[in-house]
């Protein structure tokens, strides 16, 4: 059973960084993308970004703030937005695209992270 | 980019009725790479349908999607309880970002 689970800190001052990260059980396969989906209160699904073995996509509203990694040894992947405001704040989700179905099949249960002084 | 929009914004039915939720696209597409997405309170999206009509694992009968082209729909043919959430599409363009439709709440009546 493949499982996801994000964890960082669930506060973040505006104009710092924002840094989470998720780790994967249950799946050591290659064959993925693996991304990152965002949820203001309220509100919809925005998704932030995706890597993958040979790069990286980012949503272009984000205006080059957003960065991915990716640790095949630890099975983790991580995001980092820069220069972060309140409207940053959201609960944010990892999640497991497959490309074979096109579809996000497995996600995480979301962490809460609130921008705030 | 592609925009979807969902129909209606909110869904008001009894438990033992028949729900249908549509997804609309601004412009058609050469795939049927249309996904559907339950969201219940306080929890994470769960993949429902995939493929426009594909079950995901686990996935009760009860769930069905078709569509094709910019007109996709999602069927829940007798409501349980645990169905009365959020509803999201995604559809799978020919450029990025992923986009997510508004999302259908559907609620008791």
């Known amino acids: ?117 | 980019e592609i925009v979807l929009t969902q129909s209606p914004g909110t869904l008001s039915l009894s438990p033992g009725e028949r729900a249908t939720l549509s997804c609309r696209a601004s412009h058609s597409v050469t795939n049927n790479y249309l996904s559907w997405y339950q969201q219940r309170p306080g929890q994470a999206p769960r993949l429902l349908i995939y493929g426009a009509s594909s079950r995901a694992t686990g996935i009760p009968d009860r769930f069905s999607g078709s569509g094709s082209g910019t007109d996709f729909t999602l069927t829940i043919s007798r409501l349980e309880p645990e169905d009365f959430a959020m509803y999201y599409c995604h559809l799978y363009g020919d450029s990025l970002p992923f986009i997510f439709g508004p999302g259908t709440e559907l609620n008791i009546k």
Request: proline share 3%; aromatic share 12%; charged share 15%.
């Open chain 1, 1 to 117: 059973q493949v499982q996801l689970q994000e964890s960082g800190p669930g506060l973040v001052k505006p104009s710092e960084t924002l840094s989470l990260t998720c780790t994967v059980s249950g799946d050591s396969s290659t064959n993925y993308f693996w991304s990152w989906i965002r949820q203001p209160a309220g509100k919809g699904l925005e998704w932030i970004a995706r890597i993958f073995a040979t790069g990286t996509n980012y949503n272009p509203s984000l205006n080059g703030r957003v960065s991915m990694s990716l640790d095949r040894s630890k099975n983790q992947f991580s995001l980092t937005l820069n220069s972060v405001t309140a409207a940053d704040t959201a609960v944010y989700y990892c999640a497991r695209w497959s490309a074979a179905r096109v579809c996000f099949d497995y996600w995480g249960q979301g962490i809460l992270v609130t921008v705030s002084s």
